[in-house]
């Protein structure tokens, strides 16, 4: 299986540009989510989403935006690139906590310029 | 959102136990405490999960205080490979999905 697929890899912006980092997972868990990791921190909850039609913010939502119309897919939006988002981004999907734990995407590094 | 406290580095040698201790004193009845671990450049990693028995799998045992206010990750025998920074979180929301990552422990396997 490939769990969580994340892409790109990379990706270099420019300030004011748009892009959206795609997230899938072929494991039928309705929960999904997307994280930032700044260098030396820990992980830090942008959007998450429950099951495909419903979204929620995390703990820093702003400048960025998500959708879920299908349950494999889960992409996030970033719609007017600043510096402040250069950062790792990792996607990642579950089932409710009480079967498991999260499975992670290889994640998007991403540097705003 | 409860939060959990973990000591910003520990050290082990190769081939002995390791014990990573978290404290969650502000713990629902609710929250699963769960444990992840993230090895340089790469996603966390999902390492072990529980409610309020001792749990064990093949890469961790959890042992979870009676009264739930802490928890033990236990490595029965380090590795290298298990250098890395090891979260312990709880899970809140619907179904205590919904993980909020702190600090973590900065765990060194001594050769």
């Known amino acids: 299986n490939a769990g969580v697929t994340q892409t790109p890899k990379f990706r270099i912006l420019k300030i004011g540009q748009s892009m959206t980092l795609q997230c899938t997972q072929d494991?039928?868990?309705?929960?999904m989510y997307w994280y930032r990791q700044d260098p030396g921190m820990g992980l830090k909850l942008i959007y998450y989403?429950?099951?495909?039609?419903?979204?929620d913010k995390g703990e820093v939502p702003n400048g960025y935006n998500v959708s879920r119309s299908t349950t494999e897919d889960f992409p996030l939006r970033l719609e007017l690139a600043a510096p402040s988002q250069t950062s790792v981004y990792f996607c990642?999907?579950?089932?409710?906590?009480?079967?498991?734990?999260?499975?992670f995407g290889s994640g998007t590094r991403l540097t705003v310029v | 959102d409860a939060k959990t406290t973990q000591p910003n580095s520990m050290e082990s040698n190769e081939e002995e136990p390791v014990h990573l201790p978290c404290n969650h004193s502000?713990?629902?009845?609710?929250?699963?405490i769960h444990w992840y671990r993230q090895l340089p450049s790469q996603g966390p990693e999902y390492v072990i999960h529980g409610l309020t028995s001792n749990v064990n799998n093949r890469m961790a045992s959890l042992a979870i205080a009676e009264d739930r206010k802490s928890s033990t990750l236990i490595l029965h025998r380090a590795t290298l490979r298990d250098a890395a920074v090891y979260y312990c979180?709880?899970?809140?929301?619907?179904?205590?999905?919904?993980?909020?990552f702190g600090e973590g422990t900065q765990l060194t396997v001594n050769p």
């Open positions: 494991m039928n868990h309705n929960y």
């Open positions: 502000t713990i629902s009845g609710t929250d699963y």
């Open positions: 989403s429950v099951g495909a039609g419903i979204t």
């Open positions: 979180i709880l899970g809140q929301g619907t179904s205590g999905s919904r993980l909020t």
């Open positions: 990642a999907s579950s089932r409710p906590a009480s079967q498991g734990g999260y499975t």
